[in-house]
């Protein structure tokens, strides 16, 4: 059944097609918003345990570091220097677990392929519509009467 049959002008025929469009832009964005939300959650879990991290190494580790290591010294008789290695050591071992944390955190980004493929596929199924070529008018310019 043709358009003329069903009654549809042009114009309805052309704003049909432009809402069908329409609707699966949305449908895309939707998609590819839903599946950044997802791998956001991962990115502030891994940027959570970088930066506690970051401020174990830079601000508390001093203050614990001293304490622990004449713990250590008074308990155990060693050398003072070799209790300061023992607890730089323990910290340093503590970090890298935070840091390989934030890594597997951050693996697990990957790029929106479903939104991708999805996306070349309807770009796939627009680029092979081609408009029906119309023919000339008679007397316009350019074309032979």
Do not use: Q
């Not at 597997?104 to 519509?129: H, M, Q, T």
Request: proline fraction near 6%; aromatic fraction near 8%.
């Amino acid at each position: 059944m043709s358009a003329a049959e069903e009654g549809r002008s042009l114009g309805e025929l052309v704003a049909s097609a432009t809402a069908e469009l329409s609707g699966l832009v949305h449908d895309e964005i939707a998609l590819a918003k839903a599946e950044i939300r997802r791998d956001v959650v991962k990115a502030v879990l891994g940027s959570a345990a970088g930066i506690i991290g970051a401020f174990l190494a830079l601000f508390a580790v001093p203050l614990f570091s001293f304490a622990v290591a004449f713990w250590i010294r008074n308990w155990w008789g060693i050398p003072l220097a070799l209790a300061c290695a023992i607890v730089g050591a323990l910290y340093v071992v503590l970090a890298v677990v935070l840091f390989v944390l934030a890594k597997a955190k951050f693996g697990g980004i990957s790029k929106p392929e479903r939104s991708i493929r999805s996306a070349r596929e309807s770009a796939a199924v627009l680029a092979g519509v081609r408009p029906h070529p119309r023919p000339a008018a008679p007397g316009r310019a350019g074309t032979p009467t």
